[in-house]
């Protein structure tokens, strides 16, 4: 076999077997929260209110269950407000002995969708709702999970705050751990949608992104930046900080061109 055709399929076998850096890997950085007194908070987001079709993404890595832990949330939970708008929607770990999540909308009807799937502590996972006018599905690490049917559609809403790591009721419900790429989308996405966008840092131009922290850094004013452009900054509150990507580990992705290497933060 002439040397050129041989140098040719070593090539290619090269470029689909050598794994591409994800995201993760080249990220440098992820929010810690320790479950006391801290999150990120983002004043009245507007891009964010009244989606009747949308997608929230987020990678997390459990620390602890916690009871109604929130890992993203629209609004709060408290009787005025509460009554007030239709707009507020949240992902928390519903059951602290296993995880079980739970997707919510239109809190003031009790609309909500408390899914079987269960998370993992010590290990990051991706986690992905998607909603569009009646069908809310949930996806976990780029594969479908399950979905859930709402009765009534999601009504616009008032001036509410975004909170990662927090779902805001009576008292702060708190979340545990480590979270990192939060994106909101203001349409339902495909699963090969999120497949193919999952480990891998976005450029902030996608269209439909209307919400995206990848917590690399801080700006000027020391908040975390919005790069979707739509500039709702966030506020690192109590003890939230950055930590740094320090220790490698394998992720396991859907599509093996894009399997990488992802860092794990050390935490104290």
């Not at 939060?182 to 919400?211: F, K, N, P």
């Not at 320090?246 to 050390?266: H, N, Q, Y």
Request: charged share 20%; net charge negative.
């Amino acid at each position: 076999m002439p040397r050129k055709i041989i140098f040719g399929l070593i090539f290619l076998l090269v470029v689909e077997l050598v794994p591409m850096n994800s995201s993760h890997a080249q990220s440098g950085q992820a929010l810690y929260l320790d479950g006391d007194g801290d999150w990120v908070e983002v004043p009245g987001p507007w891009e964010l209110m009244g989606l009747t079709h949308m997608t929230a993404e987020v990678w997390v890595k459990i620390q602890e269950f916690e009871w109604n832990a929130g890992i993203l949330a629209l609004g709060d939970r408290s009787s005025e407000r509460f009554a007030l708008t239709h707009t507020a929607y949240g992902l928390h770990g519903e059951d602290p002995e296993n995880g079980i999540l739970e997707w919510e909308f239109n809190w003031s009807g009790g609309v909500s969708a408390p899914f079987a799937t269960k998370l993992e502590q010590g290990r990051f996972q991706h986690v992905a709702v998607t909603y569009n006018d009646s069908i809310c599905r949930l996806y976990v690490d780029g594969l479908f999970a399950e979905k859930r049917a709402y009765d009534s559609p999601v009504n616009g809403g008032e001036y509410y705050n975004f909170y990662i790591g927090n779902q805001i009721g009576s008292h702060p419900e708190l979340y545990k751990g480590l979270i990192d790429e939060v994106r909101i989308w203001d349409y339902a996405r495909t699963e090969e949608e999120i497949q193919a966008d999952m480990s891998r840092s976005l450029t902030g131009e996608e269209q439909g992104l209307v919400g995206y922290w990848n917590f690399n850094g801080t700006n000027q004013e020391g908040l975390v930046p919005d790069l979707s452009g739509s500039a709702n900054h966030g506020v690192l509150v109590g003890n939230a900080h950055l930590v740094p990507w320090d220790i490698e580990m394998p992720i396991s992705l859907v599509r093996p061109v894009t399997w990488g290497i992802i860092k794990t933060p050390t935490v104290d």
